[in-house]
Nanobody, 120 residues
Framework: QVQLVESGGALVQAGGSLRLSCAPSGFPFRFTAMAWVRQAPGKGLEFISR????????AYADSVKGRFTISRDNDANTLSLQMNDLAPEDTAMYYC?????????????RGQGTQVTVSS
């Protein structure tokens, strides 16, 4: 059974940093492309970053490029998202998702999410 457990969300001031983590289980993590998506209140899901199974390919939405960094540790079975220079518009529920393929526009599993709130 696929499980994705996010952690690290918090209330932070604008300009601050947070590091989100995801603990996956129930599937071969090191061969699986992963992503982070977020959903702000009243808005749709936004793919903000993705990473290939080996970690050699990454991509970012324009809204977070240069501020967020996705990474993974296949030995430790961990997916991370380092978020710097946070802004109020980054306030959202952040989800770790499993992708069927690196370039997929849809995910096949999602965690429960972790809340990030950025105050101005």
């Amino acid at each position: 059974q696929v499980q994705l457990v996010e952690s690290g969300g918090a209330l932070v001031q604008a300009g601050g940093s947070l590091r989100l983590s995801c603990a996956p289980s129930g599937f071969p993590f090191r061969f699986t492309a992963m992503a982070w998506v977020r959903q702000a209140p009243g808005k749709g899901l936004e793919f903000i970053s993705r990473i290939s199974g080996l970690g050699d390919l990454t991509a970012y939405a324009d809204s977070v490029k240069g501020r967020f960094t996705i990474s993974r540790d296949n030995d430790a079975n961990t997916l991370s998202l380092q978020m710097n220079d946070l802004a109020p518009e980054d306030t959202a529920m952040y989800y770790c998702v499993k992708l069927p393929r690196y370039n997929s526009r849809q995910y096949d599993s999602r965690g429960q999410g972790t809340q990030v709130t950025v105050s101005s």
